[in-house]
Nanobody, 124 residues
Framework: QVQLVESGGGLVQAGGSLRLSCAASGHFFNGYAMGWFRQAPGKERQFVACISGSGTHTSYADSVKGRFTVSRDNAKNTVSLQMNSLKPEDTAVYYC?????????????????WGQGTQVTVSS
């Protein structure tokens, strides 16, 4: 069982930056691939970024590629999402998720554990 707690959300102006963090409880964190997803009001939850258990492989949604960077610290059981050049369309609740496999995927249904989410609001 893994429990996830996100932090770092807030209000930022367009063009600004935020860094989200997700702290995971439990053992063998490096055995879990991690993903970041987001959900805007009235929209479906969508993939943002993911990272393999070792941290070697990452993937990004086209809409955030080149602006967002996902990373993890297995010694501290944390995964982060550095978000730069933020746009109003990035406004959403951001969730981190974990799956008990080394390989990360972009599919929501592949993730077993979810955090409670953190709000990111980008003003124009």
């Amino acid at each position: 069982q893994v429990q996830l707690v996100e932090s770092g959300g807030g209000l930022v102006q367009a063009g600004g930056s935020l860094r989200l963090s997700c702290a995971a409880s439990g053992h063998f964190f490096n055995g879990y691939a991690m993903g970041w997803f987001r959900q805007a009001p009235g929209k479906e939850r969508q993939f943002v970024a993911c990272i393999s258990g070792s941290g070697t492989h990452t993937s990004y949604a086209d809409s955030v590629k080149g602006r967002f960077t996902v990373s993890r610290d297995n010694a501290k059981n944390t995964v982060s999402l550095q978000m730069n050049s933020l746009k109003p369309e990035d406004t959403a609740v951001y969730y981190c998720a974990a799956r008990p496999y080394l390989l990360a995927t972009m599919k929501i249904e592949d993730y077993n554990y979810w955090g409670q989410g953190t709000q990111v609001t980008v003003s124009s």
